[in-house]
Structures are given as structure tokens and as C-alpha cells.
């Protein structure tokens, strides 16, 4: 039983090594990409698009309206900001960021991805966690009527 189990390990980490994936951490590496874009514009960088980020954030916002709606969000982008392992994309409505903007708070290091969405003042969150990242928490703190 032995043999079965250590040949089994070692089967695993030779197709793993061959494939040239970590097979123990490949999931929670999978967004450690979104580092190298520190001070860059999202949409330069096609951010936006980058897989398993897209679907990801589909999947989270899950609404297929409400998905739709994100682009007209982005219009005004700032640059994303990497403070440790926490990374923040933050857009807003043309002419009318007060009001409408998102944000995009990926955790490294749990592996987790939060949306806070505000349109017209009116806010959603979505979070892969149960804990809210402090980023979101000071967005969500924002006082966004100001005309």
C-alpha cells in the first residue's frame, strides 16, 4: 500500500512538473498577475479582459444586466494600486463620478475578489469573503452625493 501511495505522489508531482503548473498553489497564485500592472491604467493594459480576472468578476456580479452595465462605469479610470497583497481597481462614470463608480478590491493573499458597484448613490457589493477588505470599507464610507 506503500509503494501505491509514494508512486502515486510521485506520478503527481512529475505531471505537475512537466506541465509546468503548481498543482498545491496554482489557484491561489492565479491573480498574483495583477501586481505587475501597479500604476497602470486598467484599460491600457487590457485589465479588463485578463483571464481568470473577467471571469471571475462575471461570475461574482453573476447579473448579466448588471455586468453589461460595468463598462459605462469605467469611463474615468485611476491607475490600479498595489499596497502589499492587496490590489485596488477603481473606475467611475464620466462627468459623474460622485454618484456612479466601482471598485475592485483583489485580496492576494485569501485569494478573494470584492465589487462594490455604486450607481446613481445606490450601492451593491458583491465578495467572494466574508470579510470586507478595508479598501472597500473606505469606499463604502465615501459620501458619494456630493452634487
Known sequence: MKQITLFSLLWSL???SLAFISCGSSK???LSFLKEY???YPSEMHLW???PL????KQLVGDDAEWAS?????GTEMPVAVNGEVVVIAACEQHNCNRSNLI???DLAANSVAVGIRKEGAVTVYNESDTV???LQEWLAQDNNVE
Open 54 to 57: 473577467a471571469d471571475r468578476l
Open 28 to 30: 491561489a497564485d492565479e
Open 49 to 51: 479582459d485578463k483571464q
Open 133 to 135: 477588505p478595508d479598501a
Open 104 to 106: 475592485i478590491v483583489v
Open 70 to 74: 460595468l463598462p459605462s462605469l469605467r
Open 38 to 40: 501597479d500604476r497602470q
Open 14 to 16: 512529475t505531471v505537475c
